[in-house]
């Protein structure tokens, strides 16, 4: 935070309630407690969230951890959630997704799976995908003539809303929250140098391209429970970035602490000019004043 409190005191109280009002942790850790420190200046770089206000970073964080501790224990990632998740309809979901995506078969060498589990908004949300990373996928030729890179097959996503009011509306923001969960994960992302992007477009931005959206997606969407619906309006990012980041540790056997993990990669786009690219009038605007 900058040293003057009048320059970020309001903006941090507001991100900070916000930010304890959308985060949890939804398993039986015994007590546990979150909390919001920014580690830049609001003065030198202005910044907002895309979607999912703070829960992708939180759940991809939470996931990661929850991971580590099943290994610890010698338990698969699904068993371990389901284990010490808090809710009934939490433990349901959890199980919906991972009946409909067979988790725990046999996957071929290159291919693995991973589950991931996340809570807001008054929703359970789960996600299993499936991942191939063998060297005929990633190197696979795109339109734009760069390698492609692993690519999620499969996504299986459960949410429980407690109230469903428009069942497709729901699965559509599931499933356009899985493609920004793999984007998160896989190759979105602003490249900033002396205050200006490099990116000039969506385009060179990195998206969630059609070769990488996975061939097969499902969304489960759990029965009503009571009369209060969740909120469904940018479900699905958070849970997706999760499961992906797990999947890529899953097959490479790595773990990544920097998402997206081609950031620092050889950059596939021409950054965009630092000049006007109109040249400037030689005719004075004054001149037409009145």
């Known amino acids: 935070m900058s040293a ?10 507001v991100t900070a309630g916000f930010f304890q009002m959308v985060t949890q942790v939804p398993y039986n850790f015994g007590p546990t407690n979150v909390a919001l420190n920014e580690a830049f200046e609001y003065d030198f770089l202005p910044t907002s969230a895309v979607r999912n206000v ?11 951890l929850v991971e580590e501790l099943a290994h610890s224990f010698n338990m698969d ?32 060498p290159g291919t693995a799976q991973a589950i991931a589990f996340h809570e807001e908004y008054k929703c359970s949300l789960a996600c ?47 499933m356009g929250g899985v493609i920004d969960g793999i984007a998160c994960a896989m190759a979105e992302s602003s490249h900033i140098v002396d205050g200006l992007p490099l990116q ?6 990195g998206y969630t ?26 479900i699905g ?29 050889k950059r596939t786009f021409t950054p965009i000019p630092k000049v006007p690219p109109i040249p400037q009038s030689p005719i004075s605007g004054r001149r037409f004043a009145r």
């Open 4 to 13: 003057d409190p009048s320059k970020t005191a309001g903006n941090f109280s």
């Open 209 to 234: 391209r059609q070769w990488n959206t996975p061939p097969e997606f499902e969304c489960i969407l759990m029965p009503a429970r009571h009369n209060v619906p969740g909120g469904a309006g940018e």
């Open 200 to 205: 000039g477009s969506w385009d060179d931005y």
């Open 128 to 174: 299993l995908m499936e991942i191939d990373h063998r060297p005929s996928t990633v190197n696979r030729k795109t339109p734009h003539g760069t390698a492609a890179g692993p690519r999620i097959t499969k996504a299986v996503f459960g949410v429980d809303i407690g109230l469903p009011i428009n069942p497709d509306g729901i699965k559509a923001q599931a």
């Open 77 to 108: 990632g699904y068993e371990f959630r389901r284990a010490f998740l808090k809710k009934p309809e939490a433990v349901a979901v959890l199980d919906a997704v991972a009946k409909a995506g067979r988790w725990g078969r046999a996957m071929e």
């Open 54 to 64: 703070y829960s992708p970073d939180v759940a991809v964080a939470r996931e990661l």
């Open 237 to 265: 990012n958070a849970a997706a970035y999760a499961c992906t980041a797990l999947a890529l540790q899953a097959v490479t056997g790595k773990k990544f602490t920097e998402f997206p993990i081609n950031y620092r990669d």
